[in-house]
């Protein structure tokens, strides 16, 4: 059976058979098609610099929002991308030459005015995480499809800024607020810790991502409590008095 090509969106398309009948005369609901929404990925590329946890953006090379700052982002395309997350990291090859490890679906956004292109577009974001240590110089070398340049901001200023296109900077937020939220309660986010670090080490990553100093008592404490790290034996590092246990995240 074979159904003929609605003549509009919205419009009931019919069996080729007859109208609600199917090859062995059995009635068929009508099959309706519905106009799709604009459906983009949108990366939040996090990592942290000299001033902090950062966020990378590009500037656009075409309208709308032409020359102004934006997520790496792109469309969804049905012929290309088998998944959102495969959608995610096409996206990310082709703006950022390169894919980024530990990709997270944090959420979806859509409504009438958020693209001028049209009436109605979906945002699915997905945020990236640079391994703590990684230099964030690198990614900002060669950009790549529809962008002009990259650049890395510090989150706060991004967050702030509305000159960035579209709603971005209200993305911008959500990435971060739900970062920071993991963070603060020590639910570390996979890959972005090291392998082995010292408690000290691990105090200052997690400063550097809240963007505020934490009680080193307290700390220790809350780590203890939740069980979230374990020493490796026969692991120290040398310190400023004496050497410095080695720790690692718990797993299981």
Same mark, same amino acid.
């Given at each position: 059976m074979q ?8 419009q009931?398309?019919?069996p080729?058979?007859?109208r609600g009948?199917?090859?062995a005369?059995?009635t068929?609901?009508?099959i309706t098609?519905?106009p799709m929404?604009f459906?983009?990925v949108?990366?939040v590329v996090?990592?942290?610099?000299e001033?902090g946890?950062q966020?990378?953006?590009g500037r ?5 929002h032409?020359?102004r700052w934006?997520?790496?982002g792109?469309a969804?395309r ?5 998944s959102?997350e495969?959608a995610?990291r ?5 703006r950022?030459g390169?894919?980024?490890? =530990?990709?997270r679906?944090?959420?979806a ?11 109605w ?5 997905y945020?990236?995480?640079l391994?703590?240590g990684?230099?964030?110089s690198?990614?900002t070398g060669?950009?790549?499809?529809r962008?002009?340049?990259l ?12 000159r960035?296109? =579209?709603?971005h900077s209200a993305l911008?937020?959500q990435?971060?607020?739900g970062?920071r939220?993991?963070?603060?309660g ?9 392998e ?9 990553l ?6 505020r100093?934490?009680?080193k008592?307290? =700390?220790r404490?809350r ?12 692991a120290t590092r040398?310190?400023?008095n004496r050497?410095?246990q080695?720790y690692r995240?718990?797993t299981g």
């Amino acid at each position: 059976m074979q159904l003929r090509r609605a003549r509009g969106p919205g419009q009931a398309v019919e069996p080729s058979g007859g109208r609600g009948e199917g090859a062995a005369g059995d009635t068929q609901p009508a099959i309706t098609r519905h106009p799709m929404p604009f459906t983009r990925v949108e990366i939040v590329v996090l990592g942290l610099g000299e001033d902090g946890l950062q966020v990378l953006l590009g500037r656009r090379a075409r309208a709308p929002h032409a020359r102004r700052w934006a997520l790496p982002g792109g469309a969804l395309r049905i012929d290309l991308d088998e998944s959102l997350e495969a959608a995610a990291r096409r996206v990310m090859r082709e703006r950022l030459g390169r894919e980024l490890p =530990f990709l997270r679906q944090l959420c979806a956004v859509g409504g009438a005015v958020r693209d001028p292109r049209t009436p109605w577009a979906l945002s699915v974001v997905y945020r990236a995480l640079l391994p703590a240590g990684t230099r964030t110089s690198p990614l900002t070398g060669a950009p790549g499809k529809r962008i002009e340049a990259l650049a890395w901001r510090p989150v706060e200023e991004a967050m702030a800024d509305s000159r960035l296109a =579209f709603d971005h900077s209200a993305l911008i937020s959500q990435a971060v607020t739900g970062t920071r939220g993991e963070v603060d309660g020590l639910d570390l986010p996979g890959g972005f810790v090291p392998e082995q670090f010292t408690l000290g080490e691990l105090q200052t990553l997690c400063e550097q991502v809240l963007g505020r100093r934490l009680d080193k008592s307290s =700390f220790r404490r809350r780590l203890a409590d939740r069980a979230v790290v374990e020493p490796v034996t026969g692991a120290t590092r040398k310190g400023a008095n004496r050497p410095a246990q080695i720790y690692r995240l718990r797993t299981g």
